[in-house]
C-alpha cells in the first residue's frame, strides 16, 4: 500500500545527506560528484547547519570544493550554517590561506557578518574578555 510512502521519501533523503557528509569526511570527490550528478541536493545541510562546502572548506579539500562549487556556485560559496558562519569564516579562522584564497577567486563574499556581527577576517566568535560581558545564547 501507499502508507508511509512520505515518510520512506524522508528517510532516503536523510540516509543521503550523512553519506554525503560522510563522503567529504573520508575525502572521496569523485563519489561526490557521481552523487551530486545522481541528483542530490548541494545544498543540503547537516544537523549544525553546515552545508557540504562548509565541511569541504573545513576539510581543506580543494577536490571536494571544486566539484561542490561546480553544482552549487557562488551561492553556496556564501551559504551560512545555523550561526551564520560561511565557509571562508572557518578556513580564516583555520589559518588557511590556501582554500580562503580559493573561495574568494570563486566569489566568497568576505563582507558577511555571522551572528556575531563578525566577518570573516574578524573571526568566529567574539574574544572572552574584550568587552567585559558574557554573551549568553
Same mark, same amino acid.
Given at each position: 500500500?501507499?502508507?508511509?510512502?512520505?515518510?520512506?521519501?524522508?528517510?532516503? $533523503?536523510?540516509?543521503?545527506?550523512?553519506? $554525503?557528509?560522510?563522503?567529504?569526511?573520508?575525502?572521496?570527490?569523485?563519489?561526490?560528484?557521481?552523487?551530486?550528478?545522481?541528483?542530490?541536493?548541494?545544498?543540503?545541510?547537516?544537523?549544525?547547519?553546515?552545508?557540504?562546502?562548509?565541511?569541504?572548506?573545513?576539510?581543506?579539500?580543494?577536490?571536494?570544493?571544486?566539484?561542490?562549487?561546480?553544482?552549487?556556485?557562488?551561492?553556496?560559496?556564501?551559504?551560512?550554517?545555523?550561526?551564520?558562519?560561511?565557509?571562508?569564516?572557518?578556513?580564516?579562522?583555520?589559518?588557511?590561506?590556501?582554500?580562503?584564497?580559493?573561495?574568494?577567486?570563486?566569489?566568497?563574499?568576505?563582507?558577511?557578518?555571522?551572528?556575531?556581527?563578525?566577518?570573516?577576517?574578524?573571526?568566529?566568535? $567574539?574574544?572572552?574578555?574584550?568587552?567585559?560581558?558574557?554573551?549568553?545564547?
Amino acid at each position: 500500500g501507499s502508507v508511509g510512502k512520505t515518510g520512506d521519501v524522508a528517510k532516503d $533523503l536523510s540516509d543521503m545527506s550523512g553519506i $554525503l557528509f560522510r563522503l567529504i569526511e573520508q575525502r572521496k570527490p569523485l563519489a561526490l560528484k557521481a552523487m551530486l550528478d545522481a541528483g542530490a541536493d548541494v545544498f543540503m545541510r547537516n544537523k549544525s547547519g553546515s552545508t557540504l562546502l562548509i565541511e569541504a572548506a573545513k576539510a581543506s579539500d580543494i577536490d571536494s570544493l571544486h566539484i561542490l562549487i561546480s553544482f552549487g556556485g557562488a551561492k553556496l560559496i556564501n551559504h551560512p550554517d545555523y550561526e551564520s558562519n560561511t565557509a571562508l569564516h572557518y578556513t580564516v579562522a583555520n589559518d588557511d590561506g590556501i582554500t580562503a584564497s580559493f573561495l574568494r577567486a570563486n566569489g566568497a563574499d568576505e563582507g558577511l557578518q555571522n551572528m556575531y556581527g563578525l566577518t570573516p577576517a574578524e573571526g568566529l566568535t $567574539l574574544h572572552k574578555g574584550g568587552y567585559g560581558e558574557q554573551l549568553n545564547f
